[in-house]
């Protein structure tokens, strides 16, 4: 989820180059909205007094649904782009499914469900560097 922020310092140099203005602001937009969600999840404080991570857990739940929403809401008219934001999306509700369900397995002291939960939060969050990838691609290619 890092990755995000060090690409709007790549977005500077896009923009600098006089690519299309559409394509500038739309990348720009999604970008920012994107690197929001992931420094308000790095500058999330910790609740030290819950072992179990739980609410932790949900906390970061609740940003990645905060992120999936945000992104549905920009306007974008460039197919590729809409692409990688639905991608997005998707994968942040993942994201935010996963550790829902890891947060209850983790209460419930369910091995089982807690395993289930931990190999889908791994499966989606692997979902990112491709959609990353594309959208640096993409946003980059004068």
Same mark, same amino acid.
């Given at each position: 989820?890092?990755?995000?922020?060090?690409?709007?310092?790549?977005?500077?140099?896009?923009?600098?180059?006089?690519?299309?203005?559409?394509?500038?602001? *739309?990348?720009?937009?999604?970008?920012?909205?994107?690197?929001?969600?992931? =420094? =308000?999840? +790095?500058?999330?404080?910790?609740?030290?007094?819950?072992?179990?991570?739980?609410?932790?857990?949900? =906390?970061?739940?609740?940003?990645?649904?905060?992120?999936?929403?945000?992104?549905?809401?920009?306007?974008?008219?460039?197919? *590729?782009?809409?692409?990688?934001?639905?991608?997005?999306?998707?994968?942040?509700?993942?994201?935010?499914?996963?550790?829902?369900?890891?947060?209850? =397995?983790? +209460?419930?002291?369910?091995?089982?469900?807690?395993?289930?939960?931990?190999?889908?939060?791994?499966?989606?969050?692997?979902? +990112?560097?491709?959609?990353?990838?594309?959208?640096?691609?993409?946003?980059?290619?004068?």
């Amino acid at each position: 989820m890092r990755r995000l922020l060090i690409f709007a310092a790549g977005m500077m140099a896009v923009t600098a180059m006089g690519c299309g203005q559409k394509k500038i602001t *739309e990348c720009n937009a999604l970008v920012n909205v994107i690197n929001g969600g992931v =420094a =308000a999840l +790095e500058k999330a404080p910790s609740n030290e007094g819950d072992p179990s991570r739980v609410s932790d857990l949900r =906390a970061m739940a609740d940003t990645m649904d905060k992120i999936a929403g945000d992104t549905a809401k920009i306007e974008l008219t460039l197919p *590729e782009l809409k692409k990688v934001s639905i991608d997005y999306q998707k994968m942040a509700k993942d994201v935010a499914k996963a550790e829902r369900d890891l947060a209850k =397995a983790a +209460e419930d002291k369910d091995t089982a469900k807690r395993a289930a939960a931990e190999a889908a939060l791994d499966a989606a969050v692997k979902q +990112e560097d491709p959609i990353v990838d594309g959208l640096n691609k993409f946003c980059q290619k004068p």
